[in-house]
């Protein structure tokens, strides 16, 4: 008897063959309605495939992170989060104790400092409707307004922040150069070397957020950075030279003792990386951020437990941006047995879904 008269049939069909790979899960289908909860939704994403059932699935790993006092977590924060007005979402979770360290844009830390003191970002369009794209910039340049997308900032509010840092915070940190310089602290005890920490900087911008929010009863809270400081949570920004926050350091630089020392940092975040018992990393977008979560492991001697990345970014170009955490785990940067899962979609839409997610799990 051949092979096909053993599968075949006797009511003209064939039979099932023998599947390895296969297993008897049927996709179900979503059910939305009104009155459902955040987590009662993307519990009906679990049931559904490909995008929903990643979202799914990463609420599950972030849970899991958040929800084990053992898990140290790393959060890298990239793209234009807070002009889109995600900033209360990582703030929240930075004072409930769910980021032990964030590394993060200087634009991020820049914004994040204009609506500590009373700046505001507005709703525009990324469109020209009656015009070419070009002339609805040309016009917008000559009313002083800078687009991010669909969101717009008037300019005067980069001066607000100039006038923020010079007053409230470089005065502090150059004076503790000038001090460092004095006690023979710096390189060769040369005073032109002075220098402190990306991480002391963002300390500082933080406290002076949090300090001026309350004096002038700003209607916004004081943010990110702020709540870093007042907790205690080391904000990590290796890229900061490039944005208006790095720009803003270097022209104070060129009148006075104050630097920055951009290996400083690296210390404190390995050692971090180093004596975690087990680590959980949260990548929203990619760029620098990403790489300097991931790349904390390569110097510890274990490697990520729990990884989640909410990107855009495909992979096939090679960058860093788009490579996927599998790719991660071949240098060591994840642990074999990691749970990982990334979700490609605009991470606005998925950041707070997966934040609202976890926290109803947990509780």
């Not at 959060?75 to 990582?90: D, I, N, Q, W």
């Not at 990110?224 to 890229?239: L, R």
């Not at 951020?289 to 437990?305: I, R, W």
Request: proline share 4%; glycine share 10%; charged share 25%.
């Amino acid at each position: 008897m051949t092979d096909d008269e053993q599968d075949a049939d006797p009511h003209g069909g064939h039979h099932a063959p023998h599947r390895e790979e296969f297993s008897h899960d049927p996709v179900g289908h979503a059910d939305a309605r009104a009155g459902m909860s955040v987590g009662g939704l993307i519990e009906e994403y679990g049931h559904a495939g490909i995008g929903a059932n990643a979202l799914d699935e990463a609420v599950d790993v972030y849970a899991e992170m958040l929800g084990d006092d053992d898990v140290t977590n790393f959060f890298g924060l990239a793209g234009a989060m807070v002009p889109a007005g995600m900033r209360r979402v990582v703030a929240d979770l930075i004072r409930d104790g769910h980021v032990d360290a964030l590394v993060t844009t200087g634009a991020n830390l820049t914004h994040d400092a204009i609506e500590a003191i009373g700046g505001k970002h507005h709703h525009g369009r990324e469109h020209a409707e009656d015009r070419t794209l070009r002339e609805h910039d040309e016009t917008l340049r000559d009313e002083e307004v800078d687009r991010i997308y669909n969101v717009y900032l008037p300019q005067e509010h980069f001066a607000l922040f100039e006038d923020h840092l010079r007053s409230e915070v470089f005065p502090v940190l150059e004076e503790e150069c000038e001090a460092r310089s004095a006690s023979g602290e710096s390189s060769g005890g040369n005073r032109e070397t002075a220098t402190v920490s990306i991480a002391r900087f963002t300390e500082e911008l933080g406290r002076a957020n949090s300090e001026v929010n309350e004096q002038e009863g700003i209607e916004e809270g004081p943010g990110i950075a702020a709540a870093a400081y007042e907790n205690d949570v080391p904000i990590h920004c290796p890229a900061v030279q490039d944005s208006v926050l790095g720009l803003q350091a270097w022209m104070y630089n060129q009148t006075s003792d104050f630097s920055l020392d951009a290996l400083a940092d690296m210390s404190d975040l390995n050692d971090l990386a180093f004596h975690a018992e087990k680590a959980g990393a949260m990548v929203v977008g990619g760029g620098v951020p990403k790489n300097y979560v991931l790349q904390t492991m390569l110097v510890a001697p274990k490697s990520y437990d729990y990884a989640v990345q909410l990107t855009m970014d495909p992979p096939q170009t090679g960058g860093l941006s788009g490579a996927t955490l599998e790719e991660a785990r071949s240098w060591g940067k994840l642990e074999k047995a990691a749970r990982n899962v990334s979700v490609y979609a605009d991470a606005t839409i998925t950041l707070p879904l997966v934040v609202a997610g976890a926290r109803d799990r947990i509780e």
